[in-house]
């Protein structure tokens, strides 16, 4: 595996692997690896012919300087986990190569971004679009590879490949979950035990919208009103949105139609975690 640091010496790599015919699968990550990125990167290994991972903690994603300063960093475990997972290169720019000083073009993927964690982490989607554009154009990946946990995000990223022409296929792979059931985030690192046993809440309340859903209860409002109250029953967890949406347009829906969305954002102490995942109405023969 080759460690890059600087944009140069990648695109030397990256049109080498290309005049050489190679297919490129291409993970960006912001660190702090899991089973759920290296999920995506031995996926990336069985489908393309080189693998590039990408490590950045990405500045203008975040809205807390706090919440950027404590993000987990660590290198050196995550690079020894990428070369197992099959990692041909490892591209670990620092933020000033990314976001020179004069830096002043943004993306920003309007109508998908606008709810949910849009309108509670504004300028968070223009970060994510804006980084992941640069990525996209570093590394020409053939696919490129994103978890469902953050489906708001890989929509977004979905709906920029093709706004701007990009010729890249874009993969949505399953949510990792822990054997308890909580979905794997960089996050989790931050919680305790008992805050872990408290956050099983979501995990919990996305079964239950799928239970009521096969029963067919498929009001939206009666499923969030039971799954709010169930996190309100988890004492320590303080939800912070809770829907039911068009996994396509990401806007909410009054009924479930075949297939929805439900996505929840909660704080467990200082900790924000999202979850999400589809519920289906029972197929009619
Ligand atoms: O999902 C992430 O880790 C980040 O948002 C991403 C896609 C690497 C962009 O910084």
Same mark, same amino acid.
């Given at each position: 595996m080759k460690l890059i640091r600087s944009i140069q010496a990648l695109r030397r790599e990256i049109s080498r692997l290309r005049k050489n015919g190679k297919t490129i699968g291409f993970v960006p990550t912001m660190g702090a690896l899991h089973e759920g990125h290296l999920s995506l990167i031995r996926r990336a290994r069985r489908d393309t012919d080189q693998v590039v991972v990408s490590i950045f903690v990405n500045?203008?994603?975040?809205?807390?300087k706090k919440d950027l300063l404590g993000y987990p960093r660590r290198l050196r475990s995550d690079s020894v986990l990428c070369q197992k997972a099959g990692t041909a290169i490892l591209f670990v720019p620092d933020a000033r190569s990314i976001y020179p000083e004069n830096f002043q073009t943004h993306v920003a993927v309007e109508q998908l971004g606008r709810r949910w964690e849009g309108q509670f982490r504004p300028g968070h989607f223009q970060g994510v679009a804006t980084v992941v554009t640069k990525l996209f154009n570093l590394v020409e990946p053939t696919i490129a590879y994103f978890g469902q946990k953050d489906a708001q995000q890989a929509r977004i990223i979905q709906q920029l490949a093709e706004d701007l022409n990009f010729d890249i296929r874009v993969k949505v792979l399953p949510t990792i979950r822990e054997k308890s059931g909580l979905a794997m985030s960089s *996050?989790?690192? *931050?919680?305790s035990e008992k805050q872990k046993t408290g956050a099983l809440v979501l995990v919990n309340a996305l079964r239950e919208a799928g239970r009521l859903v096969q029963l067919n209860e498929v009001r939206s409002s009666v499923i969030l009103a039971r799954v709010n109250r169930l996190i309100r029953s988890a004492g320590q967890v303080r939800s912070e949105y809770s829907a039911i949406v068009?996994?396509?347009?990401l806007e909410p829906v009054s009924r479930v139609r075949t297939t929805a969305l439900v996505l929840l954002a909660a704080w467990v102490g200082s900790v924000r975690l999202i979850d999400c995942g589809f519920i289906h109405t029972k197929r009619k023969n």
């Open positions: 500045p203008t994603q975040f809205n807390q *996050r989790n690192k *931050r919680l068009d996994p396509a347009t």
